[in-house]
Structure formats: structure tokens, C-alpha cells
């Protein structure tokens, strides 16, 4: 019986033998797979060396291509910097202007560096101001007042009227020749958190009251409140057939018709947090909405089909707007302004900013603005101005003293910067 405790020796041994075998021959695979892999990425290292090769010697050679035609002489008036785009111009002003002047580099620039003083180029004009407001060659803005508490929202007419709300439940009409209040419009019972213009100059305003209400565009007088949203409604558009789209607190989208003293409403179901803001497409076929849920929705402007969902950002969308190019730019607590195609959902590049992002707004021609809610609520303290096709910054204005809750550009390029907590609207 004592031999029962012990293993067989020679069968055990080969089972032994065959196990370890097994191994032996899985760990040389996997070796061989890791040299394979290695030899790979050798492979494509050295295919990379060549190509940022060739692209430096193509490089130098395109660099001193520009060089020799910027100190070419200019037979017959012709200059040889004409094949620069003009949005290339553009941004090489808006850096080598903090060096030099630019108008001594060549001649087409020093006739854009002259426009500015004729307001031919608002965007190099714009630029220009907030360098001499960072320098303090002028001071601050012009200011209008006429609100008793914080103004949150502004919006441009079709008549370059200047339209605000504020926290004071009131929407102003300003005259954008004599910066001075020309109207009031009273009736909400809560804070007015977005106002719109519609292509017939009617006036459209949302409110905490959960209500967007109707003016006329030419006295004033109350036309309309649509009622359905069930919470805060934050933002409203208008498209060119006067189709009214908003977006509430309860997560949802109403799209609404007025026609023959009556008005239908059709809710858009997907999101699942407060809707904060909204954006029409540049053929005003498809509105885009942005949450608090990270996400943003695409919908049939026609009968509000749900179309695509764009997903990128890690935090609440705060601001959306269409640039001049048809990109969709979104603004997120995330600290990051993304472009997307709004047309195919594709995301084409992701923007880093210092702090949340709290608006956006159109600006000179090709670029787009952004800004922050104020220093109580975390939001960027610059004013950025960005350019629609690169995603440039072109430039910055340190907005922290004035609280900028939003922006708009009037027609005569100048912009408007409203003022969160003062009620005051700056004058750019």
C-alpha cells in the first residue's frame, strides 16, 4: 500500500513532456508575431522619414519660391503675391500684424493693411481694434443701457435693428444709427433667454416662462404666445418660411406653424436632457439641436423627421451656430468647439479653448466668434475670433471686465457684446 501514493513515473512524465511542449511552442509563436509586427513598424518608420523628407526639400523649395516673389520687382503693376488666397492673407495679417507692419512686406498687402481704414476688410478692421484695445491705444467700448438686470441674449433684425433680453423679462428694440432703446416689449413673467428675427421682421422670444411670444416686427404690439413646452424654453430660430423651431428644459424640440390666425405645433422626441440651443442650415432645410445630453440632433426643417445624431462632445452642448461656409460650429462645457458636416454627421475638426464655451456668433466675413458665460459660471474669459475654414484663431479680446454673455454683428460690421450681470450692451 505505500507505493499507492506514488504518481506512475513514466506516464506522468510524458503527459509532463507534452504540456510543456505546447507552451514552448505558443511563446515561439507569439515571439515570431512580435518580430513580424516590429519589422512592420520599421517598415513604415523609415517610409515616414522619407516622406517628411521630400516634404521639407518641397517645402524649402516652395518657401523660396515665396520669397523671390515677394522681392520680384512689379512690371506693369502686376503683383506677384496674387496667387495667395485671400483667407491665407488673412491670417498671415492677423500674426505678423502684432510684429510688423504689414503693409511694408508687399504691395497687395499694404492695399488690405489701407482697407482697414475704408472698412473693406471688417475681419482685418476687427482685428486691428482689439490689438489697440489690448495695447491700450483705446479704451473700452461704448455702452448702451437700458435693461435693469442682466442682458443674455441679442439678435440683428433684417433692418439691422438690434433686438435684446434680458433678466429683467423685457425684450429692447435698439436702433443700430443712434445706439439708443426705440422700443420695449413687455408680456413675459420670467427671464428672456433667446430672442429671434424672422425674414418679415417678426420678433420671436423665449422665456423661463416656458413661452415663446410673437411681436410685430413694425409697432411692437403682441401677435402670438406658443404655449406646449412643459419647462424653461432657451433658445428659438426662425427659417425663411417663417417656421419657428425652440427648445426647452423638458428635452424637447416644437415646431411650429402660424397660419390664418392659427397655429399647430409638432414636438421632436430624441433628446434626453434640457435642450440648450439651436441651428438653422444654411438652405434652412434641417434645424440642428444641441443638449445637455453631449449629443446633437439633425431634423427635417419640413416635417421635423429626425435625421442624424452627431456625438463627439464629453459635456453639455451651451451654443450652435451655422458658419458662412454651411459648417456647423457647437460650443460645449467640455472647452472645446468641434466643426461638423452637418449634411453627412461627419466631424472635421475639434477646437481647444481654455474654459467652457458658453456662445457663438457669426462674425466678419469667414469667421466665427466665442466667448464664455462670465468668470461665476467657469466660462472662457476671451473673446475668440476664429477662422470657418482652418479653425485658426485669428485673434483674442480679453472680455473677463465685461461678463460677455453673447454677441452679434450688425450689418455695418460692427458687434455687439451683451453683458451678463450689468445689463449693459458694449459696443465694439
Known amino acids: 500500500f505505500a507505493n499507492l501514493d506514488q504518481k506512475p513515473p513514466d506516464t506522468l512524465s510524458d ?49 523660396a519660391e515665396l520669397e523671390e516673389a515677394v522681392n520680384a520687382p512689379v512690371p506693369g503693376g502686376v503683383d506677384p503675391t496674387e496667387w495667395l488666397p485671400n483667407e491665407l492673407l488673412l491670417i498671415i495679417l492677423a500674426y505678423v500684424g502684432y510684429l510688423a507692419p504689414p503693409a511694408t512686406v508687399c504691395k497687395r498687402w499694404h492695399v488690405v493693411c489701407s482697407a482697414v481704414h475704408s472698412a473693406q476688410s471688417p475681419t ?71 430672442v429671434a428675427v424672422g425674414p418679415d421682421g417678426t420678433v420671436y422670444s423665449a422665456s423661463w416662462d416656458s413661452t415663446v411670444r410673437v411681436w410685430s416686427g413694425v409697432d411692437g404690439a403682441h401677435l402670438d404666445t406658443l404655449q406646449g413646452h412643459t419647462s424653461f424654453v432657451r433658445c428659438v430660430v426662425v427659417d425663411q418660411r417663417n417656421r419657428i423651431f425652440s427648445g426647452s428644459d423638458d428635452g424637447t ?52 423627421q429626425h435625421q442624424r445624431t452627431l456625438q463627439g462632445h464629453t459635456s453639455a452642448i451651451r451654443a450652435l451656430v451655422i458658419g458662412a461656409n454651411g459648417l456647423l460650429f457647437s460650443g460645449s462645457n ?57 479653425g485658426v484663431v485669428l485673434g483674442e479680446l480679453d472680455a473677463r471686465a465685461d461678463d460677455a454673455s453673447a454677441a452679434a454683428l450688425g450689418h455695418d460690421g460692427r458687434l455687439y457684446i451683451s453683458k451678463r450681470y450689468s445689463g449693459e450692451i458694449g459696443l465694439w
Open 334 to 390: 467640455d472647452s472645446t468647439i468641434r466643426i461638423w458636416r452637418p449634411s453627412e454627421g461627419t466631424l472635421l475638426k475639434t477646437l481647444l479653448t481654455s474654459a467652457p464655451v458658453g456662445f457663438l456668433a457669426i462674425g466678419p466675413t469667414g469667421t466665427v466668434l466665442s466667448g464664455g458665460r462670465g468668470p461665476n459660471t467657469a466660462g472662457d474669459a476671451q473673446l475668440r475670433m476664429w477662422c470657418c475654414k482652418t
Open 124 to 194: 482685418t478692421a476687427m482685428l486691428a481694434r482689439w490689438r489697440a484695445l489690448s495695447t491700450g491705444e483705446i479704451t473700452g467700448p461704448k455702452t448702451m443701457t437700458g435693461h435693469s438686470h442682466g442682458v443674455g441674449t441679442l439678435a440683428i433684425g433684417p433692418n439691422d435693428q438690434l433686438y435684446s433680453g434680458g433678466m429683467d423679462k423685457k425684450v429692447r428694440m435698439w436702433s443700430t444709427m443712434t445706439d439708443r432703446c426705440v422700443r420695449v416689449l413687455e408680456g413675459h413673467t420670467d427671464w428672456v433667454t433667446a
Open 253 to 304: 424640440v416644437k415646431l411650429w406653424h402660424r397660419a390664418n390666425g392659427t397655429t399647430t405645433s409638432r414636438t421632436l422626441i430624441g433628446h434626453t436632457d434640457v435642450v440648450q440651443a439651436l441651428a438653422l442650415t444654411t438652405d434652412h432645410d434641417a434645424v440642428c439641436s444641441g443638449s445637455w445630453d453631449k449629443m446633437i440632433r439633425v431634423w427635417s426643417a419640413v416635417d421635423g
Open 15 to 63: 503527459c509532463e513532456k507534452m504540456g510543456a511542449a505546447s507552451k514552448v511552442a505558443e511563446i515561439k509563436a507569439r515571439i515570431a508575431q512580435i518580430r513580424a509586427r516590429s519589422a512592420h513598424v520599421e517598415a513604415e518608420i523609415a517610409r515616414a522619414q522619407t516622406e517628411r523628407a521630400a516634404l521639407e526639400t518641397k517645402l524649402a523649395a516652395t518657401e
